[in-house]
């Protein structure tokens, strides 16, 4: 019995039988594939600023300057009450050791305009200071300064008063020196900063089973008026 014989097939035909899904489906596939990239792309850039800021927010210069703000009655008056931050701050931040720079831009508004926060503050021996701290309000021309003329501590004591454990007492001793943002000899007289150390001094008594209040006095140096001695006071509740 004779066969045919096979002839190879026209290459119009095999790509025809080899057209896959996605060659069929290319006209909405494709443009659907660009958008998901385009979204997966902005949500990473998404999330790297939304990081950012948040290491603005979390930093001690970003508090200390909205604390000065909130404080400011000049702010206030030209800003209007309620004061409220913006979303996103511009500028940089930067940790060595126990040293650091920051330069941070911090929108804010209120009922009666518009203003940024500017600080350009340094970390030295885990003590911030601020170089440049002041709001400019939008349609002003002079800045308001933030900047406040402070004793500087000569000396800074913490007694405890009434019966506590000295081997306690030294261990204290030691985590209040390397507690950032903490008040320092020679250093300007911050309320934030003492608040935060008497903060420390509770929460320290506290992890030892010991309830305490802390009170503060600062007393002017004889022959000195620039220099006060800080004093902290622990007692037990």
Known sequence: MATTPGYPLPQST???????????????????????AILVLGGFVTGIFFFVNSLFVNSYPYQFALER?????????????PMK???????????NGQNGDASLDIPISGPNGRGTIVVVAKKATSVWTSDTLEVDVAGQDQSISLQETAPL???????????FNEAAQREL??????????PRVESAYDQVQVDHMKEAIEQFWGQK?????VDTNLTPVERAPRYSILEFEVYKK
Do not use: C, M
């Open 153 to 163: 501590l000569r000396r800074i004591v913490v007694k405890h008063l009434g019966e």
């Open 69 to 81: 703000a909130r404080a400011s009655s000049t702010v206030a008056q030209q800003i209007g009450e």
């Open 85 to 95: 931050v913006g979303w996103f701050s511009t500028g940089s931040i930067s940790y």
């Open 14 to 36: 095999i790509a025809s039988h080899r057209q896959t899904w996605f060659y069929k489906n290319r006209k909405w596939f494709v443009p659907v594939l660009v958008l998901g």
């Open 209 to 213: 089973g010991i309830r305490v209040g």
């Open 173 to 182: 001793t030691k985590r209040l020196d390397a507690l950032e943002g903490r």
